[in-house]
């Protein structure tokens, strides 16, 4: 059964970076690739970034390439999303799952980028 927990979401600053983490503990991890997704109010829910098995970055959604960096920790079970730059369209719930996204949705974390 897999679980996934995020966090590190909060409020912040246009132009501050936070740094979420995803615990996909109970899956089988390495060989999936892992995703952030956000779902901001009103709107579908849309894929942010992936990460492949060895940690390469495949995909960037344009409105974040260049201030959003995915990671991953196979030993861990982690995936990272470092968000630099942020600006006030990017507040949304923000949540892992794996690419397509067929594991059972975690709560997520709340991004709230003030202007």
């Known amino acids: 059964q897999v679980q996934l927990v995020e966090s590190g979401g909060g409020l912040v600053q246009a132009g501050g970076s936070l740094r979420l983490s995803c615990d996909a503990s109970g899956s089988i991890f390495s060989i999936n690739t892992m995703g952030w997704y956000r779902q901001a109010p009103g709107k579908q829910r849309e894929l942010v970034a992936s990460?492949?098995?060895?940690?390469?970055?495949?995909y960037y959604a344009t409105s974040v390439e260049g201030r959003f960096t995915i990671s991953r920790d196979n030993a861990k079970n982690m995936v990272y999303l470092q968000m630099n730059t942020l600006k006030p369209e990017d507040t949304a719930v923000y949540y892992c799952?794996?690419?397509?996204?067929?594991?059972?949705w975690g709560q997520g974390t709340q991004v709230t980028v003030s202007s």
């Open positions: 990460v492949i098995t060895n940690g390469y970055a495949n």
């Open positions: 799952n794996k690419v397509p996204p067929t594991w059972n």
